[in-house]
Nanobody, 122 residues
Framework: QVQLVESGGGLVQAGGSLRVSCAAS????????MGWFRQAPAKERDFVAR????????YYADSVKGRFTVSRDNAKNKVYLQMNSLKPEDTAVYYC???????????????WGQGTQVTVSS
């Protein structure tokens, strides 16, 4: 069983940057691909980014490509999402997930954190 805890959310102005983190415990972190999803009020949980077990392969949603960067530190059991050029439409609760399956849909991620709120003001 993997426990995930996100941190680093907050309020930022449009055009600004923020880095959210996810700390893992209770399992072998390097056995899992990690993903970031986000969910705005009354909307579905949407894929943002995914990083492979070793960190060598990444995938991004088109809406964040070129602005967001996912990375991981297996020695620290952490995954990060660096968000630049933030827009008001990036406002959401950001969740990290752990997966031992292929894909970028929420159903392939078996473990989830509680989420961290990111609010981008215009």
């Amino acid at each position: 069983q993997v426990q995930l805890v996100e941190s680093g959310g907050g309020l930022v102005q449009a055009g600004g940057s923020l880095r959210v983190s996810c700390a893992a415990s209770g399992g072998t972190f390097s056995n899992y691909a990690m993903g970031w999803f986000r969910q705005a009020p009354a909307k579905e949980r949407d894929f943002v980014a995914r990083i492979s077990r070793t960190g060598t392969i990444t995938y991004y949603a088109d809406s964040v490509k070129g602005r967001f960067t996912v990375s991981r530190d297996n020695a620290k059991n952490k995954v990060y999402l660096q968000m630049n050029s933030l827009k008001p439409e990036d406002t959401a609760v950001y969740y990290c997930g752990a997966s031992n399956r292929a894909g970028t849909t929420a159903d392939v991620f078996a473990f989830w954190g509680q989420g961290t709120q990111v609010t981008v003001s215009s």
